[in-house]
Structures are given as C-alpha cells and as structure tokens.
C-alpha cells in the first residue's frame, strides 16, 4: 500500500502494476463476482442466424410488445434482430412474420 499526500491508503494491483486495483479490474474486464467478461458481444441476424457486425449500420433490432386478449400491453416483449443483408434484398416484413409465426406472437397469413 501507499499514501497519498491526503494520508490516504492506495492498493496496487500485483498483475497490473502500473495500475490502482479499481483500474486493473476494468483492464481485464472482470465484473463484481470475478467472472472475466467481453465488453463486446454481437448479435446474430434473427432470420438467417448471421453474426452482425459492428459495423453494420442497416440492421435493426426490434422489440415486439406481447398484448393480452383485450389488446393490453402486458409489459414483456420479444426481441428481433435483422442484420442489413436481409433488409437490402427486401425479406424484412417476410422474416419479421415468419419469426412472428414462429414464436407464437401472430397466426399464419
């Protein structure tokens, strides 16, 4: 441990020396219960199963709204995602219904 100048106590990290031990967690990416974490996950395209990249910028992710008999919002939803592939060839509406279809939230059209 050191002191600062405020008499204060700073611990320093054995794998990160350089580094106080509240900044060698965020180096490593480790959350409160000492699981190493990704600070980046992709997504992956709900109706063709491709990953998304960062990078693209057409694809959508869109939350749709369960609702009750009498067409209430029942405060849960299911989440889509559309990478910008299936967007450009214009199967969005088709795949949105499909995966709709699919997980109980539509009947067949």
Excluded at 14 to 24: G, S, Y
Excluded at 55 to 66: P, W
Excluded at 77 to 83: G, I, V, W
Aim: with cysteine; proline share 3%.
């Amino acid at each position: 441990a050191i002191t600062a100048g405020g008499g204060t106590s700073v611990s320093w990290s054995t794998a990160c020396d350089h580094l106080p031990v509240a900044f060698a967690n965020l180096a490593k990416m480790i959350n409160e219960e000492g699981e190493t974490v990704d600070l980046y996950v992709p997504r992956k395209c709900s109706a063709t199963n491709r990953l998304i990249p960062a990078k693209d910028h057409a694809s959508v992710q869109l939350n749709i709204g369960h609702v009750d008999q009498n067409g209430n919002y029942t405060g849960e939803f299911t989440t889509f995602a559309l990478c910008g592939f299936v967007r450009e060839m214009g199967e969005s509406d088709a795949a949105i219904n499909r995966l709709a279809v699919k997980a109980g939230l539509s009947k067949g059209l």
